[in-house]
């Protein structure tokens, strides 16, 4: 098991950190009501979850105590925002390149996932040539000597590809590996790996391009509608008749 050990409220935090990082960057640090806001998602989360600021504030609040999220005051001073730790053995106690991050980051956000996934899935973070190099550098979270942070699952029937899953916590339930793919792309993808055929893989794939696409662009909203200010309302009775 790795070092790091997080319950799934810290997994989801953490995820969203390091995904706003690079998807959000002028909304990054994040404030506590964005951190609510990515962990809700609809899109790119697996399972979808329904987290109060409260649950967030306390998942951010012990990431800090573990040394993988610190706490960075606003120009204001009155809004607190935070930031991930896993870039710099300076700050935290783990580093981790920006390819690893963004592997464990879609591994945090969506569960276990197979190598074609985790490229697919990590286009908007990191840009991996092949499935060689993201089996490389799997197989280099899962022997480094400060982990192993990832692990192969045993291969489902029915499936091509090995899973992996990451190992800051415990392991994920059964009915994981059962349910449905979360989202549309998945499908895509899911269903690439069982037809036959150059042609039909290769359009399945770009349409899994294009949700991700989509996804990114539903990302980008979001951030703006969060960093948008709130409209100041004038009170229509100030100036009432006598």
């Known amino acids: 098991m790795s070092s790091i050990e997080l319950d799934a409220h810290e997994a ?25 806001s990515g962990c ?30 610190r706490e960075q005051g606003s120009a204001g001073g009155r809004t607190r925002r935070f930031s991930h730790r896993m870039d710099s053995r300076l ?3 783990l580093e981790f390149s920006r390819a690893e991050r963004a592997v464990l980051c879609v591994l ?34 899962a022997a480094r000597d400060d982990g192993p942070h990832v692990a192969a699952l045993p291969r489902e029937p029915g499936r091509r590809e090995v899973r992996y899953r990451h190992l800051f916590g415990p392991e994920t339930p059964a009915r994981e590996s059962t349910s449905p793919p979360a989202s549309a792309q998945a499908a895509a993808l899911d269903v690439a790996q069982t037809v036959d055929g150059d042609a039909a893989g290769h359009t399945l794939q770009s349409l899994a391009r294009r949700l991700a696409a989509a996804e990114a662009r539903i990302d980008a909203l979001e951030a703006a509608l969060e960093a948008a200010p709130t409209p100041a309302f004038e009170d229509e009775d100030h100036g009432g008749a006598n």
């Open 12 to 36: 989801r935090v953490l995820g969203v950190l390091l995904e706003k990082e690079v998807t959000t960057p002028d909304v990054y640090p994040l404030s506590l009501n964005a951190a609510t």
């Open 40 to 69: 809700n998602q609809k899109s790119a989360r697996d399972p979808v979850m329904t987290l109060s600021e409260a649950q967030v504030r306390h998942a951010m609040e012990s990431l800090v105590t573990k040394t993988l999220a």
């Open 91 to 93: 700050f935290g106690t």
């Open 108 to 141: 945090l956000l969506r569960g276990p996932q197979t190598p074609g996934e985790i490229r697919t899935r990590t286009s908007r973070l990191v840009n991996f040539q092949g499935l060689d190099e993201v089996e490389a550098l799997l197989s280099g979270l």
